[in-house]
């Protein structure tokens, strides 16, 4: 008669077999959980100082090299391009709007925010996971003319070699938002 089960084996081999099985899925663990960035995390988008603790929490959690380009070919609109190893994973820009212009419409024409997404009690931010929106106050804007008929948002979103994380994207935008607002182009001088 066969025996079927663990009655045939002796304590040893279960033992040893147990102890390889342990191993090799503690093995495995570590080694998707311990990643590591190559690059150093920046303190600036472009040129407007942010936190790199702000950046961390949603720029990728691997790479080796991370690099920004500054886009400025559109009149009223400055982006900064986070690239990761030669991919994009975060874009921030600064655009002007028409003066009647409102939150909800900037947030429903990106990525990564949806109207029904987070919008603050003073209506100033939208949020997402991936997206973001802020409204700069700017006191002195360096064209004058827009001090009066414009409006200007900050936006940020990221790609999907990003980490989505909506607290830290509220965080990111409100930061952002400020620094913009002390920039040269809201203070009108340098």
Same mark, same amino acid.
């Given at each position: @008669?066969? +025996?079927?089960?663990?009655? #045939?084996?002796?304590?040893?081999?279960?033992?040893?077999?147990? @102890?390889?099985?342990?191993?090799?899925?503690?093995?495995?663990?570590?080694?998707?959980?311990?990643?590591? *960035?190559?690059?150093?995390?920046?303190?600036?988008?472009?040129?407007?100082?942010?936190?790199? +603790? %702000?950046?961390?929490?949603?720029?990728?959690?691997?790479?080796?090299?991370?690099?920004? =380009?500054?886009?400025?070919? &559109?009149?009223?609109?400055? *982006? !900064? *391009? &986070?690239?990761?190893? #030669?991919?994009?994973?975060?874009?921030?820009?600064?655009?002007?709007? #028409?003066?009647?212009? =409102? %939150?909800?419409?900037?947030?429903? =024409? @990106? *990525?990564? &925010?949806? %109207?029904?997404? +987070?919008?603050?009690?003073?209506?100033?931010?939208?949020?997402?996971?991936?997206?973001?929106?802020? +409204?700069?106050?700017?006191?002195?804007?360096? &064209?004058?003319?827009?001090?009066?008929?414009?409006?200007?948002?900050?936006?940020?979103?990221?790609?999907?070699? #990003?980490?989505?994380?909506?607290?830290? @994207?509220?965080? %990111?935008?409100?930061?952002?938002?400020?620094?913009?607002?002390?920039?040269?182009? !809201?203070?009108?001088?340098?």
């Amino acid at each position: @008669m066969k +025996r079927f089960g663990t009655a #045939g084996r002796s304590s040893k081999t279960l033992l040893w077999t147990s @102890m390889a099985a342990a191993t090799a899925l503690g093995i495995s663990a570590c080694t998707t959980s311990e990643v590591e *960035r190559g690059y150093k995390i920046p303190e600036a988008l472009c040129d407007t100082p942010v936190s790199p +603790r %702000l950046l961390e929490t949603v720029l990728p959690a691997a790479g080796e090299k991370i690099s920004m =380009t500054p886009k400025n070919d &559109v009149s009223g609109i400055k *982006r !900064c *391009r &986070v690239m990761v190893d #030669g991919k994009l994973a975060l874009s921030a820009s600064t655009e002007w709007w #028409g003066k009647e212009t =409102t %939150l909800l419409k900037v947030a429903s =024409t @990106m *990525r990564g &925010v949806k %109207l029904d997404d +987070r919008v603050t009690e003073d209506r100033r931010f939208a949020y997402a996971e991936k997206g973001a929106v802020g +409204r700069v106050e700017c006191p002195n804007p360096t &064209v004058a003319s827009r001090k009066t008929e414009g409006a200007l948002y900050a936006t940020i979103w990221i790609t999907d070699e #990003g980490t989505p994380n909506e607290s830290a @994207m509220k965080d %990111l935008i409100t930061a952002y938002t400020a620094a913009v607002t002390a920039s040269v182009e !809201c203070a009108g001088s340098e």
